[in-house]
């Protein structure tokens, strides 16, 4: 991989492709980007299990991130995405609403600094929010542009998104930390485990659950050493996405490319939207 620019999702998946097909996965083609991803390791029903008897690790390349920095940052968060507003270190799952009321997407947004955010989407769904998102920021009223200074990078390929969750996941995970401690659900922190610098995020979810965005080279000496202890067990997308339609709600609605529409107070009940009209959308769900 040339040292100036990111890599490709392909070269990306090919980091852990070989540790994979040790353990014999079976892959498929991701519709929406040129790679491969893990569908699954032997049969569903253990890989699920995984979940609530131990730690399940995933391999989550592919997932689509996107950062937004700047001064305008928090005003373009603010109406793009209309679940509760985050203090710095927050994360909740955040509805992204079109003018007409209909959900786009419902992104992992994190609050990772003063004039910075990142959002990450779990579902198939991540070109429609971030196109949507680069059409807010771009908005121009007459002379002005509300958003001017503010910068949406794409961030899916430059770390590697590790998902470790289950009873036995702290256990695994405070082997690795000897200065600080993992962030709670819904909270967000940089962290070194071991001497590899990543940021963690403790997913706001039922099961103890964290996301760790580590540097692609330090991928395979991770995937390695968490699969060293017994209680690990790797999963594919298929247990991943079963285990989040147990744990939300709302996630197998977003997993189609249907339109959905839903009144604003289910989605208040799912999180997914805050009370008041400063978000795009609100008035379309109000009425």
Known sequence: MAEDRAPSFAELADLLRAEHELLGAAFVRSDLRDFEYVARYQELEPEVDAFTSGAALADLTGLASILVSGQPAEALATMA????KLGVGEVSFEGVISGDGSLLGAPLLARTGDREFVALELSDRAETVYS???????IQQGDQAPFSGVETTDMSTRLVPLLMAGPGAPT????YIHQGTL???GQ????MLDSIHCLAIGLPVQTS??????PPQAARIL???FLSFPIVTPVGRQAVDAWLERELAWYALVRGTDRIELPARELRSYGLVRSGSDFVGARSLAS
């Open 81 to 84: 995405f209309a679940g509760r």
């Open 132 to 138: 949507w998102l680069g059409f807010l920021a771009a």
């Open 172 to 175: 695994v995970l405070l082997d």
């Open 183 to 185: 962030p709670d659900a």
């Open 188 to 191: 967000a922190t940089t962290l």
């Open 209 to 214: 659950a964290w996301l760790m965005l580590v």
């Open 223 to 225: 995937w390695r050493s």
